[in-house]
Every structure is written in structure tokens, then in C-alpha cells.
């Protein structure tokens, strides 16, 4: 189970996140959404151990982040925002350094890298230069470091951000692949992949959560079952309506 | 204490495969030797001196470092905050402190290898005279603490700050201050103000200070521990300002 329990972030004295809680079973694959500056990518921090909150509680099968940070850091796989990388490393490299800094065996290494590479077909730029590869590719195996190593939770910032149509289904259908038995937190705009990729969807906005049911009950709250008018009614401010 | 050492080595490689494929890291070890070998001869006297000794060569470490050393560790935390890769590596189940101390291992040991390749100035010496091997080799040992210490000053600066320019800037002025410390015109000039014994104080922690042993081939244990007290204070720096980095945005 991952389990967020009152989670509250502020900057600067404006809230980021504010009480945020809920839990999320394994088999689930958890649409995180909302507008801009919601505070989707702030809870995403704060589950994968790199954004201490300033109240509240993580807890990652059993594991609290933020007084056993490593031990569930060790069961999370986490696909930070903008999927950064290091441009002088190749995709092998880069996926070695990773396993090799989470305790994979000079062994398993081989293994794990083969199989995260051909989830997320990279195989054919593995030995490329990544600051030669297209923002396509770059996701991809920004994407491949989040599973390399087989984690049971993987939080995932907006995984098919940048990627063309084709490739969001190969991504969607890794996504629904990789579901059975792990717990999937997907922070996303786009309300079709929540539809066509989860099982629930949590809305947070002003850092407060607005909605969490499962896409089909979201949508029917219109007339006419269109999710990005519920998406707009809940997030839209006083400003944003009058145009 | 083995996830430690996993993380630890991962990291120290992947710092030094970097350094092997960054040009920049080339162009610097090819200016520390030149400039050194250079400084040694043109204003240390190193031949005009008739001694088969390497005091010109070595006198002008504390200076060369602090320039070079800044430049050296610039890029190890402000380009990884700069780029987003930090958050790929606070997200990895590693201690603060391993990360800390395989980046600057990595960067010693680039700065070890670059006094390493200035050794054939020290046979060439020895090809016309009897050196002191021993002080030599001892003055080669407080270069590398040197270095080591200077480095520490640098890291500390690189976590504090995204930018690479201002981490150089802030590593060099305290280095620059850690090290003129010890000159009799700036003591005169703290003298003027400050207590003696405060000005003695600040002096004796001086690196020209704790270096000077070494340069004449004596190990002297206060200077040793001295070197790794910075080292230590800088390290410990550099750890709570990644810490810090969880507690706020990026």
C-alpha cells in the first residue's frame, strides 16, 4: 500500500500542498491530475524521497519515506519531472550507474538493463550518446531508470510528456504491462491517458485533492461524459471562467 | 554499510568517466603542469637556485590551487541542480554522505593524477643532482592535502549554489582567504584592528601556513590534521546543503 497521510508542503509562505492524503492498493494505476502549479509534481517529490514535507506522512508498503528514506526508496521506481539525464552518458551506462548505485550485482546488471531496454525500446540507442537522442528517446529512457530494477511502486511524472502518438500507446500499453501486483501513481495533463491507462483518478488543485473515483464516475458528472468539462468546472478559478 | 560502498563506488565511476570524457578536464590538468612547471622556473629560480631541490616548484601550489581547485569542483552540484539530474540521484536509496564523498574522491583523485604527471620534473631534477627524495616525496603528500582541501572549499560552494560562475566565485574567495591568511602583509594588516593573538590565530589557519612544513619535507602531524579538518568542515558543508536542497524547491 502507498499511504499519503496529511501531506503539507509551503513555499515561501504560499501553500504547495495542503493535507493531502490518500492510499493507493497494488493493481491500481493512479491518474494524478490537475492544472499547472496544482501541486502534482510537489507530491510526487515528497513520495519519492527527494522533497521533505513540511507535515505528514508517506508510507511506501510499510516503509515511512522520510524516517527509513532509503529502505522505501529502494522499492520505488520515480520518473522525475522533465525526465532529466546525464547528456555525456549512454542509455547502458546510464542504466549500469543506476543499478549499480541501487545494489544490482555486477551479475543482474546485464539482465535488468536488457529487459527495461526492451520494455521501453531503447535497445537500438543503448550505446548512443544521450545528448544525441530525440526527446522521444530521452523519455524513454528516462522511463527505463524509473523500472530497471524492478520496482513494486513506481511514481511516474508525466511519462509520456514529449512523445508522439505512437509511442504514448507503446507507453500506455508498458503501463497497463507492468500494472498486475504494482502500485502506478502517473502525474499527468492528459485526461485520455487516465482514461485509457487507469484504473482511478485523484484531482488535486490549489494543492487541495478536488476528486478521487475512477475515471468512468469522474466523466459521468457531465451531461454528456466529457472529462475535460468536469476537469474544467472543478479546477477552473473566478478569472480563468469569466473568459 | 555494503548499500554505502555500492552507491559510493557508482558514483566515484561515474564522476571519473565524466572527467575521462570531458575536455575541459584536460585542458585543465595540461594548465595546472604547464603553469606549475613554468612558475617553477621563470619566477621560483628553480635552476638559478644550484640546488638540486624542488622548494621553487612546490612553493607555488597554494596559489595555482586556488584558482584551479574552484574550477575543478565547480561543476559537481550546481550543474547536477541545474540540470534536474539531482533529483535522480536524491531519489536513489543512498546516503547523503556517500554521494558527498564519491564526488570528491572523484575530483582528488583527478587532482591527485594531475600532480602525479608533473613527476618527471622531479626525475629530470634528480637526473643533475642529489635530491632529498624523501622531502620530496613529503612535499608531493602535503600538495595532495593541499589540493584535497582546497577541493572541499569548492564542493562546499557547488552545493550552495545552482550556478556555476557564483560557486567558482564564492570558492575562490574563500580559498583566497584561506590562504592569505598566513601572508605577513595581510596579518599586518589585521593587526592594525584585530587582538594579536587573534591575529596570530588567523594566521597559524592559514594553508600557506599548514603547507610550509611539508614544502620543506618535514610531516608535521598539527598540519595534517588541520588539512583534514577543512576537508572535513567542507564535506560536512556539502552534505547538509544537498540535505537541504529535499527541504525546498529545486
Given at each position: ?160 510528456d514529449g512523445l508522439d502518438p505512437n509511442q504514448k500507446r507503446v507507453t500506455r ?71 | ?250
Amino acid at each position: 500500500m502507498l499511504k499519503l497521510d496529511g501531506l503539507t508542503k509551503t513555499y515561501a509562505g504560499q501553500r504547495g500542498v495542503s493535507s493531502v492524503s490518500f492510499e493507493v492498493a497494488p493493481g491500481e494505476v493512479v491518474g494524478f491530475v490537475g492544472p499547472n502549479g496544482a501541486g502534482k509534481t510537489t507530491t510526487l517529490r515528497m513520495i519519492a524521497g527527494t522533497l521533505e514535507p513540511d507535515q505528514g506522512t508517506v508510507q511506501v508498503l510499510g516503509q515511512d519515506v522520510w524516517s527509513n528514506r532509503q529502505g522505501a526508496q529502494a522499492l520505488m521506481g520515480y520518473l522525475p519531472e522533465h525526465a532529466p539525464l546525464y547528456d555525456d552518458m549512454t542509455p547502458r551506462t546510464y542504466l549500469d550507474f543506476l543499478l549499480s548505485a541501487r545494489g544490482a550485482t555486477r551479475k543482474q546488471r546485464p539482465e535488468l538493463m536488457s529487459q527495461a531496454a526492451m520494455r521501453t525500446q531503447i535497445e537500438d540507442v543503448l550505446d548512443r550518446r544521450i545528448e544525441g537522442l530525440s526527446k522521444g528517446y530521452r523519455r524513454r529512457v528516462a522511463l527505463a531508470g524509473a523500472l530497471a530494477h524492478n520496482p513494486p511502486v513506481l511514481i511516474l511524472d508525466e511519462p509520456s510528456d514529449g512523445l508522439d502518438p505512437n509511442q504514448k500507446r507503446v507507453t500506455r500499453a508498458l503501463i497497463r504491462e507492468l500494472s498486475p501486483g504494482r502500485i502506478i501513481l502517473i502525474s499527468t495533463h492528459q485526461l485520455d491517458e487516465v482514461v485509457h491507462v487507469c484504473s482511478r483518478l485523484i484531482l488535486i488543485a490549489d494543492g487541495q485533492v478536488r476528486a478521487d473515483q475512477s475515471p468512468a464516475d469522474f466523466a459521468a458528472q457531465d451531461q454528456n461524459g466529457q472529462i475535460d468539462e468536469v476537469f474544467f468546472r472543478l479546477t477552473v478559478r473566478p478569472d480563468e471562467a469569466a473568459t | 554499510m555494503m548499500a554505502f560502498w555500492n552507491s559510493f563506488l557508482a558514483v566515484y565511476q561515474r564522476e571519473l568517466r565524466q572527467d575521462g570524457s570531458n575536455p575541459l578536464a584536460y585542458v585543465f590538468v595540461a594548465s595546472f603542469v604547464s603553469a606549475s612547471i613554468l612558475l617553477a622556473f621563470q619566477v621560483g629560480g628553480l635552476f638559478e637556485a644550484g640546488r638540486a631541490e624542488l622548494v621553487a616548484f612546490f612553493q607555488f601550489h597554494p596559489w595555482l590551487f586556488v584558482v584551479l581547485m574552484p574550477a575543478l569542483s565547480m561543476r559537481a552540484w550546481s550543474d547536477e541542480a541545474r540540470t534536474g539530474t539531482l533529483e535522480t540521484l536524491l531519489a536513489l536509496p543512498v546516503p547523503t554522505a556517500a554521494l558527498v564523498l564519491a564526488k570528491f574522491m572523484a575530483a582528488w583523485t583527478l587532482a591527485c593524477l594531475m600532480l602525479g604527471l608533473t613527476t618527471p620534473l622531479w626525475l629530470g631534477i634528480s637526473l643533475l643532482g642529489p635530491v632529498d627524495q624523501g622531502a620530496t616525496l613529503t612535499a608531493y603528500l602535503g600538495s595532495c592535502l593541499l589540493a584535497g582541501a582546497y577541493l572541499a572549499i569548492g564542493m562546499a560552494a557547488s552545493a550552495a549554489s545552482r550556478s556555476q560562475v557564483l560557486s567558482f566565485v564564492i570558492a575562490l574567495g574563500a580559498s583566497f582567504l584561506a590562504t592569505a591568511a598566513g601572508l605577513p602583509l595581510v596579518s599586518s594588516t589585521f593587526a592594525a584592528f584585530l587582538p594579536l593573538p587573534l591575529t596570530e590565530t588567523l594566521a597559524s589557519l592559514s594553508m600557506l601556513d599548514a603547507f610550509s612544513g611539508f614544502e620543506r619535507g618535514v610531516i608535521e602531524a598539527r598540519a595534517i590534521a588541520y588539512f583534514l579538518a577543512v576537508m572535513a568542515l567542507g564535506l560536512c558543508l556539502t552534505g547538509l546543503w544537498v540535505d537541504n536542497k529535499r527541504g525546498g524547491p529545486r
